[in-house]
């Protein structure tokens, strides 16, 4: 079955159409870039037809008519602060965790799309188990009830954390 896919880009284009959007009924694509400059490559393209093409092409996912698409463009993974209630800059991001409740499919191409700290990473981890979310990373179901998978987020997010400070110390140290 064909699904419909809806693109959001801003929280503006989410209000204006948010009364035919349903997150229970939808399957999740998480897409973001860093730097304006991915924005002009094609990464952000990229990862929403990764994403688009993953849930069109399983039949476990048949009875979903819906993929909805979030855009973020041009924010950092860093860009989101664990223990604040009003989100800022991640605007999108931060209009899936208010909706977690009803969230059932998220695909990311990979964790540090979600976030680059192992404080984020565990919270994320434990706030879709607790929630019962289906979580896809590029191609692999993570089983956030199973120990192994747990590991595994935690691990990538420390390996991203590591890989985002060297990034910082080669831009400011040369």
């Known amino acids: 079955m064909k699904k419909e896919v809806t693109v959001i880009r801003s929280l503006l284009e989410y209000t204006s159409m948010s009364d035919d959007i349903t997150f229970k009924d939808s ?10 400059q991915q924005i002009k490559t094609e990464s952000l393209n990229d990862q929403q037809q990764l ?8 039949k476990e996912f048949n009875t979903y008519k819906n993929i909805i698409v979030f855009r973020e463009e041009g924010f950092s993974g860093d860009d989101y602060d664990v ?18 409740k009803q969230l059932e499919h998220l695909w990311v191409y990979d964790t540090n799309r979600i976030g680059r700290s192992v404080p984020l990473i565990s ?12 979580l896809y990373i590029n191609n692999e179901k993570r089983n956030l ?24 110390q080669r831009g400011t140290i040369g």
């Open 123 to 134: 919270y994320l981890s434990k706030t879709f188990e607790k929630h019962r979310i289906n």
């Open 27 to 36: 399957l999740i694509v998480y897409c973001r870039v860093s730097t304006k």
């Open 145 to 168: 009830s199973n120990m192994g998978d747990k590991f595994l987020i935690q691990l990538m997010g420390l390996v991203d954390e590591i890989e985002n400070e060297k990034r910082f």
């Open 83 to 100: 223990n604040e209630d009003s989100l800022i800059k991640r605007k999108l991001f931060s209009l899936i965790m208010i909706n977690v």
């Open 51 to 58: 994403g688009v093409k993953f849930f069109s092409n399983r």
